[in-house]
């Protein structure tokens, strides 16, 4: 589904964000990323859901090499991710069933065919009773379970979250944490940076392991 080889980023008048990284990342996986603030994380991930272009190597994307993909291709590519960022990118200027529309106002679905599907995101990450409220009234926590039911309601094929739990106290990031595994569970690959992987094993198909730029280890676990 996701192949890097030899894969290299480098930033102009700055060093190599990641450097010759190679591995592959199968259908309804999950995968943790870990490494140090600063390690090569969020430049991975963006190269993963086509943000980013490699400088040199070659990331395929459901055999689809992205270096080769012109710009008009892209946005179609990106319709099979959905992205949660560790500071959610919510809109505070509309209420949370209006931030969870939005990717499909993008891709053309209103209507009560958008209707149920925004209920059903907000529903699967608790928040079916918080439609009417603003983002800006519910906790960290909350922030970012909304944060999900928009990276979800459009039906991505891969789940990718940066830092989901950075913010987050143990509860709230263990809740977080499971709800990726119910995801991943139905058949969705989820890919998650995380500084510490929240020593949640039980969960770990696959860590990726990052020092400055280089992928040091891969671990995979039952």
Known sequence: MITFDNVTKRYPGSHEAISSISFSIEQGEMVYVTGHSGAGKSTLLKLMAAIERPTSGTVLINNQNVSKLKEATLPYVRRKFGLVFQDHKLL????????????????????????????????????????????????????QRLAIARAVVSRPSILIADEPTG????????????????????????????????????????????????????????
Do not use: W
Not at 113 to 124: C, F, P, S, V
Not at 189 to 209: C, P
């Open 92 to 143: 505070y200027d509309r209420n949370c069933y209006h931030n969870v529309a939005l990717p499909l106002a993008i891709n053309g679905i209103t209507g009560t065919e958008a209707g149920k599907r925004i209920r059903a995101a907000l529903d699967k990450v608790g928040l079916l009773d918080k439609e009417k409220a603003m983002p800006i009234t519910l906790s960290g926590g909350e922030q």
């Open 167 to 222: 913010n987050l106290d143990r509860n709230y990031a263990e809740n977080i944490m499971t709800l990726f595994a119910a995801f991943q569970q139905v058949g969705v690959t989820v890919i998650v940076a995380t500084h510490d992987a929240l020593g949640n094993a039980n969960y770990q198909n696959k860590v990726l392991h990052l020092n400055q730029g280089k992928l040091t280890n891969v671990e995979t676990s039952a």
